[in-house]
């Protein structure tokens, strides 16, 4: 009689302490998408150093960095279309719906495909009109205040964050339609305490 060898994870999920299915396989698609929220991550450090550097020597040393104000104002930008990007996968974004909240799931699916492709189709226009402001920016070779620095590498890193959001709206417009097991038991309902 042949002995039925465990694998490493359902080793593991036995000691865990339960027969918890193994975590699903992490692929090229779910990398992308881990790595368009660390880039947003960055951003909002970057932003918070930013912020937090300036006000420290303003106040304690009377000295103000150069552009302070123009690199706040752009990195700012460049955090809100990264963040535009972060959350629009995960749907993790703030949301209050009544009529959501009492349907069944069938309909919920329903409702966030249609949301989704709403989302795609605004951020879309969004984005084109983003890279119409870069070129325009580029063009008019707009420079910071103090160091004459050009803003358009600013607005193409913002652009590009809105090329990302855009890119993961239509893979989670795709995985709704065709793979909804692959959203995680988004149509669950949770509670606020």
Do not use: C
Not at 4 to 19: H, N, Y
Not at 157 to 184: C, H, K, N
């Amino acid at each position: 009689m042949a002995e039925k060898v465990m694998s490493e994870t359902e080793a593991a999920a036995k000691l865990a302490g339960g027969d918890a299915a193994p975590p699903r396989k992490r692929n090229a698609m779910d990398r992308f998408i881990d790595s368009i929220e660390l880039i947003a991550a960055f951003f909002v450090g970057l932003v918070a150093a930013d912020i937090f550097i300036s006000v420290l020597l303003r106040y304690f040393f009377s000295v103000q960095i150069p552009d302070a104000y123009d690199f706040g104002r752009l990195l700012l930008g460049i955090l809100i279309f990264w963040g535009i990007a972060a959350t629009s996968y995960r749907g993790t974004h703030i949301t209050v719906d009544l009529v959501y909240s009492n349907v069944s799931a069938k309909y919920q699916r329903m409702i966030d495909v249609f949301a989704t492709l709403v989302l795609l189709f605004v951020v879309s226009v969004q984005t084109y009109t983003l890279l119409d402001k870069v070129t325009s920016t580029y063009a008019d070779n707009v420079l910071t205040f103090d160091l004459r620095l050009p803003t358009w590498p600013f607005f193409l890193v913002a652009w590009l964050g809105d090329v990302s959001a855009v890119l993961l709206i239509a893979v989670r417009t795709y995985r709704l339609i065709f793979q909804p097991e692959m959203m995680g038991g988004s149509y669950q309902m949770k509670p606020v305490e």
